[in-house]
């Protein structure tokens, strides 16, 4: 399978179980005879969709959906007895696991939360059809904008620990109570001083003031609220760069394109393009530890999954 990356998490809570694309066994036939029915029924409607187990899988209930192109598993489909109590009759049904799916006649914590059945093959498949969709930006923002936005906080942390180093070998006093850039004062000192252009013929102290308003320029910039991320994802070589989110809660406005991505060839990013920036960044990212936060860069939060500036 050419697929990578992983699940995304409000499936994966479905599941109980974190997986691996690049980790499933590929699937083209099954056990189980309905299920099989299931599957070619949803092949006829969509001939590139593939099927997976997970490595080792014994029971024969259950299967991946996936699409060759695409960074991550859609969900999962299924004939098997989902119900934790018996209710009379024969128990199997037909089932559709999808983060999209809101059945509200379980709790959120629970399996069938995020999934839909039925005992008959002709209501399943539109089911499967309406709920097994690619991953958008409103799902990315749901599974990363937490993890993403503790890491950019820890690497704020350590630039304003930085700067009030800076600030201490240069003779001044940092009011270590308060937030640097919470501080009116030392924002109108730095936007003074930078504007001055000022030098110092030591050049060991020219050397921290340099650095000094470097860490500030990105310690500022980390905490603006003017400057908002994008989740990018790279798949067949093409940028689907995700409108803005804003906070730990991941709101955003999915208004670019389909599913809230915008999908850019790199080939056709040049240096006055809107999207060099990003461009720029993933690549940086391509090259650096995964799961850490660069200042003014971003962070590679999946292989192919990345929040940038």
Known sequence: MSTKSTLIESVKSVLKDRVVVTGLDEVNQ??????????????????AVGFAKDKGQREFGKVWVYFPNE????????????????????????GVFSQSISNNRYGDSHKLHYARMSSHLDKALPLALRHLQPIGVVDLN????????VQKDAARSNLATEF???????G?????????????KLQTFMRVAKEAK??????ETDGTWSDLITKWDSYFRMYSDKDLMRFVMVQNEMMHIG???????GHADPAAGEWGFTIVDPKDINETHENLQQKRNVAKLQVLTEGKFYPNVGIRIEEDVYCVY
């Open 164 to 170: 009030k180093k800076h600030l201490q070998d240069l």
């Open 198 to 203: 000022i030098t110092f013929a030591n050049s």
């Open 71 to 94: 960074t991550f598993c859609r969900g999962m489909i299924g004939w098997d007895d989902f119900y934790d109590e018996y209710h009379g009759g024969d128990p199997y049904r037909f």
């Open 172 to 184: 001044l006093s940092p009011d270590n109570r308060y937030d640097p850039a919470d501080s009116e």
């Open 142 to 149: 749901k599974e990363y904008s937490h993890h993403t936005n």
């Open 243 to 249: 409108c803005p989110y804003k906070d730990s809660y």
């Open 30 to 47: 099954y056990g189980a005879f309905p299920l099989e029915e299931f599957m070619r029924s949803l092949k006829e409607k969509w001939p």
